[in-house]
């Protein structure tokens, strides 16, 4: 076993100890380590520990989290990201095998989009001030009472249907 495997085993026991604590699993791998930006962190997140944070917090199908055919690797870091980098509370309301509908290749079904809901409606805005520092956000769609919050998103974004939801894209 080489080196890297070790660390990086050890480096996910440690999270699987500690939580939401912090940093990517690979940071040394990646050296993201040596700056403490936010743009930095953008290393590949566990998907097994990702799995857990969403499944603790809440989660439709959480399990998609664990297959590489339902969800991409960039959506995994985008939302551990979001656990790990003090983001307000907030559920996963959809993936990709929850969605209600289909949405094509470069959507959910194509594994690269997620759909969110602050835990506590005061976070709205808390949330959205974390997905426009996510480094791995690519697009943001606007549902329900997120839509009152536009003015505030710094990534391209669109108006989604009128469920109260926050929709991420990293494609
Ligand atoms: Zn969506």
Known sequence: MSTRVVSFFAISLVFAATG???APDDAAATGADESS???ALSGNYNRQTVYGWAKSRGADAPGDLLSA???KQKLVNAL???YGYNAPRFYISALNSDHPT???AHGHN???CADLYAEN???MLALIQKINANPNVTQVGLGGAYKNYVS???KPHFMDNNQTHVHISVY
Request: charged fraction near 25%.
């Open 69 to 71: 055919n339902e969800t």
């Open 110 to 112: 194509g594994g690269y």
């Open 102 to 104: 289909r949405d094509g």
């Open 20 to 22: 939401c604590s912090g």
């Open 152 to 154: 505030h998103v710094t």
């Open 37 to 39: 930006s936010e743009e």
């Open 121 to 123: 409606s005061g976070d």
């Open 80 to 82: 551990g990201w979001l």
